[in-house]
């Protein structure tokens, strides 16, 4: 009884002593294990998606490891006595051990030796493309995708719903019906018409997701935040003591509902990803290389019955997706707790 | 023999900023049909004590040390299953927050009901629902408030209804955690007057707590004064109104308006109230006390008898007694 | 009560419009129609082309087209499909909805009824071992990519064990001699399980009414259910439909299962936050007070007042269940609305792509009401806001 009551007074000295709510945030973030684990993640992804081109550029030969149009002949593996290598190879470090040989014998030298081991460290899709370079060049897709669409997504939410909140009236009544309609659109069905009827790329999708949710859920859980921190009685002082309009929005309305949309942002990520992979699975999607793409070509090509088998050909794409995905949902889950008691207070 | 005793109880919250030190070694004991007071300002840890009592603390509080005895019994050392039976049945209590005390989704009179059965499962339902009739007109509340849920309560009904739910087991102690807050002078007095009447017709023990010194000194029959966390006196309510021997509870005193007294003459305590997570190591009240010297600063003073004292029970803890 | 009920049907009537509007509009926007997917085509001449433009009156203005169309939905006509002509749009979305509205009924309530009991638990347990595996297994089951969730169980009972059957809605080999349509046989599976429902809550209504309360009256429901199970496959057996409707049966089973699997998660986590939200609250603490049960506690305490999201957000995922659907649909190759929406967008049916895309935003914004009339039936205090 009394403990609902006293931990929310300290939580609301706390919250006044800080300078603003998002450093709260940032220093929930940085006190909790599972965002820190989040952030660890997305890292790891952002490293690979930078160290692709530089590959790229170094070791890997276009020819060979180009995600789209990459093909090894393995005509060099033929010289060591290697003739199983087809496509969709194995992992390269499968024929290890006659590698080995090859080195022992004096056939290659160890250096030589090492590049045949790690030639596909994941190995080759069923066109002869390599998985790892696939693998890391997607990732950058899906940054600017999740991170485009959140960012729309927010924008339009964070201010329509705080403009609606402030000047109510028709404003508020017209973003709300709005909304309303908006949330009637089923997300992947309509995507699904619209690729029929357009070529949706990673751009457009993101547009399209953006206003979908933007307009619709978004703005709703925005504008109840702007509404709770309106009525705190600072803001109307604010505006009695003379400033304008655009002022107070800027200044109290803003900053009180960041942490809210930052929430949202990270949870939009995980959607878009999911989107995505989910349209380029069923290949609606024009990409050129996506993690949902790999897993398309895997079953179109029929590799499915033997998915054990070839466990290359969805495993990493399926993990990266899935990890990729709870990295963000896992940070914004450990946000969540801060922004709500931040928004109990309102 | 007592009917409850505390003894040496030491109580701290495990926090996200640190450790509260909400009681600090507080003796007291309570006996049978007896009412005490506790009186003290806002934080000083009466509801803990009540919530130490019932064994309603959340998990990140802990009894350093101390022991808790209800009829011979340390409640400390009880299972949880026996402890359900000491609750209600023994030791009821009307909460601070009455607002919120009672389940949104049920109608009053089935709560009511509800915490009857449990604890006497053979009473028949029938009978239950006569009960609960009886304690309502106790209380004085309309039977047809019981169909009700109690959002559809007022504030003072919804805490009269939960004096009616202490009420219902004949529980023989009940700890009343400020009962009469959201209710109007006339009603306070009216529903203190009845729940005093019940208690002498019924033995029942009571602690009241509260701010309110009027209050106290209308209904409890032994005071006790804390201050964060500490004891710093207990008394017969007499004794102690008529010769406060602490200094804090002097300025409690004469802090309370009264209808002869000028009230341009109020005095309130001056400074700051202590902050628990770090107490002063000495006595807790010293750096608001006008009497303060280097011994308060160093050594927590006991609870001891005091000079002027009728019985032997007035006691105060300071160096420097009134 | 009334004019809730008045003013809420106007709202819905309003949305329903404007999202057919904006639907047709925004269709209408993409760059040529269906009559283009035939250009490249070299059997068709110009002149058919046009021909076929006139006989579907796209050469006409776009806003008579659009007053055409909103006609022809009033009166339940959604056109006819291209790719199953001259089959009506409406008669095939007719005989694939009820195929994923029970799929996506089953899966949701089971998954929202185990997801409830294992969140109320985790919550109950919290920081212990189980809560942890809990909480562990719901966000690796919510960030899971579910088509690859969907393949690996496929490629597991079917491929691997055996056990269940790959794909499809029945057995064609089995129905070539069946002495009805596998819809009809399929009408009878749903009307046994509204009455077999509908008497269940009957029985328990009439219990409660009642007041029978006591280990006694627990078994009831049990046997009640129990027997209108036995008496439907007695009745099926009778009629020589049993073989046909395990077979429906047992092909439900695959796609059911993982379906329900994966959206255990959410809702567990849902179930698990809603709770441990209630546990701050004062009555809890005075339920503890009064030394009632622990199990009373966490039903009628806990629970109970945790399940005003968890419902809610029930009935917004059975309304999306013909959106979500696409995928599942698809992977298990289960012919419901989704497929269709999926194979008629693909194939440019358009007629009946956008007929099924129209059919699905109707039951999003069914589900959203649902929610609303859940949501205040749930709760005394807004139940009564409503009354009056
Ligand atoms: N659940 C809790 N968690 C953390 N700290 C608590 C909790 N309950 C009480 N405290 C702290 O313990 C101290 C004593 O609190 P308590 O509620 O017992 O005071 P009180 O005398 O009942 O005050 P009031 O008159 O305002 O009800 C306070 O400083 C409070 O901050
Ligand atoms: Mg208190």
């Known amino acids: 009884m009394n403990r609902g009551r006293i931990t929310r007074k300290s939580t609301k000295k706390l919250h006044r002593t800080s300078a603003s709510p998002m450093r709260e945030v940032w220093q929930h973030i940085r006190a909790s294990k599972t965002a820190l684990f989040g952030i660890g993640i997305i890292l790891l992804f952002g490293f690979c998606a930078l160290i692709h081109p530089l590959l790229m550029h170094t070791v890997w030969h276009p020819r060979l490891y180009d995600p789209v149009t990459g093909y090894d002949s393995f005509s060099s593996w033929y010289a060591l006595g290697i003739y199983d290598a087809v496509h969709p190879a194995p992992p390269s470090w499968y024929w290890t051990p006659q590698f080995l040989s090859s080195w022992r014998t004096g056939q290659i030298s160890l250096g030589e030796c090492l590049a045949h081991i790690a030639r596909h460290p994941l190995g080759t899709d069923p066109i002869g493309r390599d998985i790892l370079s696939q693998l890391m060049y997607s990732t950058r897709a899906e940054f600017i995708l999740g991170l485009l669409t959140a960012i729309i997504t927010v924008s339009i939410g964070t201010i329509v719903g705080t403009a609606a909140a402030y000047y109510a009236g028709w404003v508020d009544t017209f973003f709300m019906r709005l909304a309303d309609l908006l949330m009637l659109f089923p997300g992947i069905p309509f995507l699904i018409v619209l690729s029929a009827m357009m070529d949706l790329n990673l751009v457009n999708l993101a547009i399209v997701l953006g206003i979908l949710s933007g307009f619709g859920s978004i703005t709703i859980i925005i504008k109840a935040q702007a509404l709770a921190v309106k009525s705190h009685a600072y803001v109307e002082a604010a505006r009695l003591a003379g400033g304008s309009r655009l002022w107070v929005v800027r200044k109290h309305l803003i900053p009180h509902v960041l942490p809210l949309s930052f929430l949202y942002m990270l949870f939009t990520v995980t959607a878009a990803i999911g989107t995505e992979a989910t349209l380029s699975f069923f290949g609606l999607l024009n990409v050129g290389c996506s993690w949902g793409l790999m897993i398309h070509t895997m079953s179109a090509s029929g590799y499915l019955a033997s998915s054990i088998r070839y466990w290359w050909l969805w495993l990493p794409a399926g993990l990266a997706i899935t990890l990729f995905c709870a990295a963000f949902y896992l940070i914004g889950r450990s946000l969540e707790q801060v922004v709500h008691s931040q928004r109990q207070e309102g | ?322 | ?388």
């Open chain 3, 1 to 388: 009560m009334l004019r809730y009920l008045g003013h809420r049907l106007l709202q819905i009537l309003v949305l329903l419009f404007v999202f057919i509007t904006l639907t047709y509009f925004i269709l209408q926007a993409m760059p040529g129609d269906f009559t283009s997917i035939y250009a490249s085509n070299p059997q068709m001449t110009p002149e058919m082309i046009a021909n076929l433009q006139a006989r579907f009156g796209l050469n006409e203005s776009v806003w008579v087209q659009y007053v055409r169309f909103l006609r022809n939905i009033v009166t339940g006509d959604l056109g006819v499909s291209f790719s199953e002509y001259p089959r009506p749009v409406w008669d095939i979305i007719k005989e694939r909805l009820p195929r994923t509205f029970v799929l996506f009924f089953s899966a949701n309530i089971i998954s929202f009824y185990i997801g409830f009991w294992l969140g109320k638990w985790s919550a109950w347990y919290k920081g212990r071992a189980a809560d942890k595996v809990l909480v562990t297994g719901s966000i690796s089951l919510i960030t899971a990519f579910y088509p690859l969730v969907a393949f690996m169980a496929l490629w597991v009972f079917s491929y691997h064990l055996g056990w269940l059957p790959l794909n499809n809605f029945v057995d064609p080999i089995l129905w070539s001699n069946a002495p009805l349509s596998s819809m009809q046989v399929f009408g009878y599976i749903i009307y046994a399980a509204v009455v077999t429902t509908a008497l269940l809550i009957l029985v328990s209504l009439l219990l409660r009414k009642k007041g029978v309360a006591g280990a006694k009256s627990r078994w009831i429901p049990p046997i009640v259910l129990g027997l209108a199970l036995l008496s439907a496959v007695a009745l099926f057996q009778r009629s020589g439909l049993l073989i046909y409707v395990f077979d429906i049966l047992y092909h439900l089973l695959l796609p059911l299962f993982v379906l329900t699997f994966i959206r255990i998660g959410s809702s567990l986590l849902l179930t698990r936050d809603a709770v441990l939200a209630v546990t701050q609250e004062d009555y809890v603490l005075a339920a503890r007070a009064r030394g009632l049960a622990p199990a009373v506690i966490r039903n009628r305490y806990l629970a109970r007042n945790a399940i005003h999201p968890v419902v809610t957000s029930l009935a917004l995922s059975l309304g999306e269940s013909f959106s979500g659907g696409v995928v599942t649909e698809t992977l298990f190759s289960w012919p419901g609305i989704g497929l269709t929406l999926l194979r008629a967008s693909l194939g440019g049916d358009y007629p009946l792509a956008v007929g099924a895309f129209i059919i699905t935003g109707i039951f999003l914004l069914l589900g959203h009401v649902a929610a609303d009339i859940a949501t205040a039936c749930l709760d005394p205090r807004l139940r009564d806001s409503i009354g009056r």
């Open chain 2, 1 to 322: 023999m007592a009917l409850l005793e505390l003894q040496d109880l030491s109580l701290h919250y495990h926090t996200g900023r640190g450790v509260i030190s909400a009681v600090n070694q507080l003796s007291l004991a309570l006996d049978a049909g007896e009412s005490l007071g506790l009186v003290g300002e806002s934080g000083s840890g009466k509801s803990s004590i009540a919530h130490a009592i019932l064994r309603l603390l959340p998990a990140y509080a802990q009894i350093r040390q101390g022991r808790i005895y209800f009829a011979g019994r340390n409640l400390l050392d009880l299972t949880e299953p026996q402890m359900r039976e000491v609750r209600w049945r023994q030791i009821a209590m009307v909460f601070q927050a009455a607002m919120n005390t009672l389940n949104p989704m049920y109608t009053v009179g089935a709560q009511v009901v509800e915490t009857i059965l449990t604890h006497e499962p053979n009473m028949s339902s029938k009978a239950a629902r006569a009960r609960v009739e009886e304690l309502y007109a106790l209380v004085g509340l309309p039977c047809t408030l019981l169909r009700r849920y109690p959002h559809e309560y007022s504030g003072g009904m919804k805490q009269r209804a939960c004096i009616a739910l202490a009420l219902a087991c004949n529980p023989q102690l009940i700890i009343a955690d400020e009962p009469t807050t959201a209710l109007d002078v006339i009603m306070q007095a009216r529903i203190l007057g009845e729940l005093e009447s019940i208690r002498k017709e019924r033995g029942m023990s009571v602690i009241y707590i509260s701010h309110d010194m009027a209050m106290m000194a209308q209904v409890a029959e032994r005071i006790g004064v804390m201050y964060a966390g500490v004891l710093v006196e207990y008394g017969c309510t007499i004794d102690l109104l008529a010769a406060p021997a602490h200094p804090y509870t002097a300025g409690l005193l004469a802090a309370v308006p009264s209808m002869a007294d000028d009230v341009t003459q109020l005095q309130e305590i001056p400074g700051e109230p202590v902050d628990l997570y770090a107490p002063p190591a000495g006595c807790r009240f010293y750096p608001r006390c006008s009497r303060a010297t280097a011994q308060c600063k160093e050594q927590a003073p006991p609870l001891l008898p005091c000079r002027r004292n009728r019985d032997g029970e007035h006691k105060a803890a300071c160096w420097h007694l009134l």
